[in-house]
Structure formats: structure tokens, C-alpha cells
């Protein structure tokens, strides 16, 4: 079963907008990644978020952690076509050695 | 520095043949995973190693699923029989595996399974 959902499931914007994704989960979490995975590739780690942070930046990438609402969002700034691909979050839990549960993901597709 | 690598990438078989994916995790990382990926869907993880032992494997399909990692180093998973809905990709990723504290994993290009 997987903890995070992803929101939206899909999501295409223009050259040059700003793209926002969300991820919800359900248990405690000591941490929560965010990845992209392009087509038929791996996935790449982007950002790490620990449980006592409320945003991170990291270039155009902004990523901000509510643990009240048990959310997370993850923002692109100036999107490129090259940002196209799927971006999940994953979830750390809070015992001593780390199980990451991945989300379902979004599709994000950026037009030139 | 060489990321995690994995072979093949693309396996095709009939189904109730068996199949072996394997992988090579960075240099020094001491835990291991290996994650089955539908397609749209995120990975799920099947098993998670540090150093030789399986810490989780309660994901694993134990009666046709099997894994090793051999000296802490490279493991090796393996179906058999395969079904129709093995077919799936299967991701290796490695990580340091320092006890408490938040661990980057770093992720295989992967195996595409295709069962006939």
C-alpha cells in the first residue's frame, strides 16, 4: 500500500509558469522526499524535507511541510521543458532505520 | 563517481519461466532496496537489505519471489515462476544506511519485465 497521494494526478502548464504538486499522507513521518523520474529512467532525488522543517529551497524548487495537515507541496518556479516527468514524494517514517514510502506521483508536462 | 547499476534493462519471457534481475549499489552504501513500479503508479518496495541482512521483506511474494546480496554488496532478485502480472518495472537503489538519520536513496535505471 502506499502512503502519499499526489495531487494532481496530472498536470500541464506552459514554458516559463510556476507548476505546484501536492503530496498527502497519513501516518507520522520523520522526513519526506521528493523525486522525478523521467520517462523510462530512475529516479532522481530533488529535496529532503526533515519533520521539525517547514520549507526548504533548493534553485527553482521550493517545497514547503505541514505535519498538522499531514501534507507537503512542492513548487517549480519558471518551469522548462526540461522539467517534464513524473515527481513523487516519499515518506520516512519515525523508527530508527528509514522505510520510504513513495506516493502514486504526478505527471507533469511542460509545453515550449 | 558510478550510480547504481542494474542488468538488464529489458527482459522479455513467457509466463512460468523464471527471471533474474541484478545490481551493483554505490560504492559504500550499506543498505539496498528493490522496488516493483507499475506502470503510473510510484515504486513499492519488495525488500530492503543493510549490509547482508534483510531488514523488510514483508512486501516480498515469498512463494515465487527471492532475493540475496552477497557479501553485502550486489544482490540479486529473482521470480519464479513469472505471471502475467510480474510484468512491471524493477528498480534497485542503495543508500549510505546511517541509523538515524534521513537517507537519500539513489536509484537504478531499472529493469522493464515484460511476461508473455
Known amino acids: 500500500s502506499q502512503q502519499g497521494e499526489e495531487d494532481p494526478q496530472a498536470l500541464s502548464i506552459q514554458e516559463g509558469e510556476n507548476a505546484t504538486m501536492n503530496c498527502s499522507y497519513k501516518?507520522?513521518?520523520?522526513?519526506l522526499q521528493w523525486y522525478r523520474q523521467n520517462s523510462g529512467r530512475g529516479l532522481v532525488h530533488l529535496i529532503l524535507i526533515r519533520s521539525n522543517e517547514r520549507e526548504k529551497h533548493s534553485g527553482r524548487l521550493r517545497v514547503t511541510l505541514d505535519t498538522s495537515k499531514k501534507s507537503s507541496s512542492l513548487l517549480i518556479t519558471a518551469s522548462r521543458a526540461a522539467d517534464t516527468a513524473s515527481y513523487f514524494c516519499a515518506t520516512g517514517g519515525t523508527s530508527g532505520t528509514y522505510k520510504y514510502i513513495f506516493g502514486t506521483g504526478t505527471r507533469l508536462k511542460v509545453l515550449a | 563517481e558510478a550510480g547504481v547499476v542494474q542488468s538488464p534493462r529489458y527482459k522479455i519471457i513467457e509466463k512460468k519461466q523464471p527471471v533474474a534481475f541484478w545490481c551493483n549499489p554505490i560504492s559504500g552504501h550499506n543498505t539496498l532496496y528493490w522496488y516493483r513500479q507499475n506502470l503510473g503508479q510510484g515504486p513499492e518496495l519488495l525488500i530492503r537489505y543493510e549490509n547482508e541482512e534483510a531488514v523488510d521483506d514483508s512486501q516480498l511474494p515469498k512463494d515465487r519471489f527471492s532475493a540475496e546480496r552477497l557479501k553485502g554488496v550486489d544482490s540479486t532478485l529473482k521470480i519464479q515462476p513469472a505471471e502475467l502480472g510480474d510484468s512491471a518495472v524493477y528498480l534497485c537503489?542503495?543508500?549510505?544506511?546511517?541509523?538515524?538519520?534521513?537517507?537519500?536513496?539513489?536509484f537504478g535505471p531499472g529493469t522493464r519485465l515484460t511476461v508473455l
Open positions: 501516518t507520522s513521518i520523520n522526513n
Open positions: 537503489a542503495s543508500s549510505l544506511g546511517n541509523r538515524g538519520v534521513a537517507d537519500t536513496q539513489y
